[in-house]
């Protein structure tokens, strides 16, 4: 399976804005679903947004106010970017690639954004 | 309080067969395709269901999943302690224009 590489800034204090990156090196970026998902700690996986095959975005309505997804095609990276952060963003955020929807079969490593003062 | 709603927990031995139900409601499950995900601490997701029953290749045949109505169920028989994780079920919510997540349901091997 193909591998994605994230990276970001792992501490923030409350209302700086989260800026995370996914990147895939085998050249498939176009064409697929590029999604983020979060899991706090000691809790569940949460759906954050996604960029579709056609570009479009969609987001988890309760984030979409703070949430900006986009890509650069020609860079093959995926953006991630999350304003006014709060105690409640701490979460280990993961980016997915997949060929339809929710059929994430490629993820990055996964990273811990902590929000603390 | 997730929109897709699992058991906290279930276990099982080896070699048994244990199933986990993930319920929605119509603009969920009942319209949509049902995903499963198994979660190891310390990794990524990994898919293991999706299309209410399809299983992507390496994902070994005791993995079976179904929908019916508003529910969806993850069958694994053979059960091996590896497959002790968290499993997730996930769909496309049409009233929340978004995918929603159950609240996983954790797998112990006795």
């Known amino acids: 399976q193909v591998q994605l590489q994230q990276w970001g800034a792992g501490l923030l204090k409350p209302s700086e804005t989260l800026s995370l990156t996914c990147a895939v090196y085998?050249?498939?970026?176009?064409?697929?679903?590029w999604d983020w998902i979060r899991q706090p700690p000691g809790k569940g996986l949460e759906w954050i947004g996604e960029?579709?095959?056609?570009?479009?975005?969609s987001y988890n309505p309760s984030l979409k106010s703070r949430v900006t997804i986009s890509v650069d095609a020609s860079k093959n990276q995926l953006s991630l970017k999350v304003r006014s952060v709060t105690a409640a963003d701490t979460a280990v955020y993961y980016c997915?690639?997949?060929?339809?929807?929710?059929?994430?079969?490629?993820w990055g490593q996964g990273t811990l954004v902590t929000v603390s003062s | 309080q997730s929109v897709l709603t699992q058991a906290p927990s279930a276990s099982g031995t080896p070699g048994q067969r244990v199933t986990i139900s993930c319920s929605g409601s119509?603009?969920?499950?009942?319209?949509?395709?049902v995903y499963w995900y198994q979660h190891l601490p310390g990794t990524a997701p990994k898919l293991l269901i999706y299309?209410?029953?399809q299983r992507p290749s390496g994902v070994p045949d005791r993995f079976s999943a179904s929908k019916s109505g508003t529910s969806a169920s993850l069958a694994i028989s053979g059960l091996r302690s590896e497959d002790e994780a968290d499993y997730y079920c996930?769909?496309?919510?049409?009233?929340?224009?978004?995918?929603?997540f159950g609240g996983g349901t954790k797998l112990t091997v006795l």
């Open positions: 960029v579709n095959h056609s570009g479009g975005t």
């Open positions: 996930a769909a496309w919510d049409d009233s929340l224009s978004g995918v929603v």
């Open positions: 085998d050249g498939s970026f176009s064409g697929y679903f």
């Open positions: 119509r603009s969920n499950i009942g319209s949509n395709f």
């Open positions: 299309r209410n029953s």
């Open positions: 997915a690639r997949g060929w339809q929807q929710l059929v994430l079969s490629s």
